[in-house]
């Protein structure tokens, strides 16, 4: 598949798709995890209106603490 290859090539470069999601219920947190299993591809953010299930999303995914950054603009 052309698609696996290039994302495996992409994950070998450290240049990953960086995805954003909006919101963090049940799908979203369901999206952001399977997207965390795709080699290629990481969740670079996501938007909520509570912050703390992104920031607990992130974590579950084995994000470090340290770079998860909250806005609340």
Do not use: W
């Amino acid at each position: 598949m052309e698609l696996v290859s290039k994302l495996r090539r992409r994950a070998a470069d450290v240049d990953p798709i960086r995805i954003g999601i909006v919101g963090c219920g049940q799908i979203g947190s369901g999206l952001a995890h399977a997207i965390n299993n795709l080699a290629g591809m990481r969740v670079a953010a996501i938007a909520v209106l509570d912050p703390g299930l992104g920031v607990n999303t992130f974590g579950d995914m084995g994000r470090d603490a340290a770079v998860i950054e909250v806005s609340e603009d």
